[in-house]
């Protein structure tokens, strides 16, 4: 192997020895966006435990931070940015509330209506964990060039844009 090649280069390598009738093209792209995948989620696993985080409540809460102040959206603005059904939000805004980092507000706008706002330790939680998350991937992308990472954000935004509208 050449200097310089990786796992997935001995992978596609022995394939292509087994079955050189493939083109083994997407395995080179794909399986290293797999691998660098599973860095990725060790990255933001440990960057929202050191914050006192579960995933799900950091997409909750960065929503919230997302919106500025004073960080407060409706439920369904809550479910229409993370993707998930409203059984499973009122379970979640539940125990954002038992843990102190939301509240529950009555909207101003409509007397039936209510609000999911994030509370002071919200804010400093969601803040303390974005930031480790943004160094820790700053860290995974050192090896490549401001420009080179912008490139590949670039190409990878071409090639999600068919999934985003699904």
Do not use: C
Not at 80 to 93: K, P
């Amino acid at each position: 192997m050449p200097e310089g090649s990786d796992e997935v280069d001995r992978i596609v390598d022995a394939w292509l020895h087994e079955r050189p009738d493939l083109d083994f093209a997407p395995l080179q792209v794909l399986s290293r966006v797999a691998r660098l995948s599973k860095h990725l989620d060790r990255a933001r696993r440990t960057a929202f435990t050191r914050s006192e985080l579960d995933s799900w409540e950091f997409d909750v809460l960065s929503a919230l931070r997302r919106a500025g102040e004073p960080y407060r959206l409706s439920p369904k603005a809550l479910l229409q940015q993370t993707l998930v059904s409203s059984g499973t939000m009122t379970n979640r805004i539940d125990r954002l509330v038992a843990r102190g980092l939301v509240e529950r507000r009555g909207d101003p706008h409509d007397g039936r209506g209510i609000l999911v706002e994030m509370t002071a330790l919200g804010l400093i939680r969601v803040d303390a964990a974005i930031t480790r998350l943004v160094d820790a991937e700053a860290e995974i992308l050192r090896s490549l060039p401001a420009g080179e990472q912008r490139r590949l954000a670039g190409l990878l935004r071409k090639l999600s844009l068919d999934f985003d509208e699904t």
